[in-house]
């Protein structure tokens, strides 16, 4: 098992835009998804949530996205596509700041072109939940964060860790 540091906010890395994986990194990344994995569930264990980590937020400046609710997905070289007219408020939280919360405003719906890792072409339709989570880390794979998509300047909580602190 191999959990890696998450950057955190402030960290220059996480405004970089990441690379676009080529067909013939897919091997090379498998040790990079297995992380992943391994990253996002400590971090569950940890905060008690967490559902999707992208590669930039452990350095590797990569276009993948490790996805874990039901089943792990890997996203890699995501696109969004046919983004819903209708928005969606909420309060948006990331591992690269795990004491706050920022209100932003997401497409209802929209729909994700990706390969899988045996490079195969995918696509997704998304709603709500799911939306609102890819859009967050196709986000990370352009350097933008959450933080840059506040509503407003009060469009900031903090997270109260008490029952963290054992």
């Known amino acids: 098992m191999t959990v890696r540091e998450v950057l955190l906010l402030g960290n220059p890395k996480l405004y970089e835009v990441s690379e676009p994986v080529g067909a013939g990194e897919i091997k090379a990344l498998h040790d990079v998804v297995r992380d992943l994995h391994d990253t996002l569930m400590d971090f569950k264990a940890l905060f008690g949530r967490g559902r999707a980590i992208t590669a930039p937020q452990i350095g590797v400046m990569k276009r993948l996205v490790y996805m874990h609710i039901n089943e792990p997905v890997v996203f890699v070289n995501p696109v969004l596509n046919e983004k819903s007219q209708e928005m969606i408020l909420l309060w948006d939280d990331c591992m690269c700041f795990p004491d706050l919360l920022v209100k932003v405003e997401r497409h209802k719906a929209c729909s994700i072109q990706y390969r899988d890792m045996d490079?195969?072409?995918?696509?997704?339709?998304?709603?709500?939940?799911?939306?609102?989570?890819l859009q967050h880390e196709c986000d990370h794979l352009d350097?933008?964060?959450?933080?840059?998509?506040?509503?407003?300047?009060?469009?900031?909580?903090?997270?109260?860790?008490?029952?963290y602190l054992t």
């Open 119 to 133: 490079w195969q072409e995918r696509e997704m339709k998304l709603e709500d939940d799911l939306s609102e989570l």
């Open 143 to 163: 350097g933008i964060l959450a933080t840059s998509r506040a509503i407003n300047g009060g469009a900031f909580a903090l997270v109260s860790q008490k029952k």
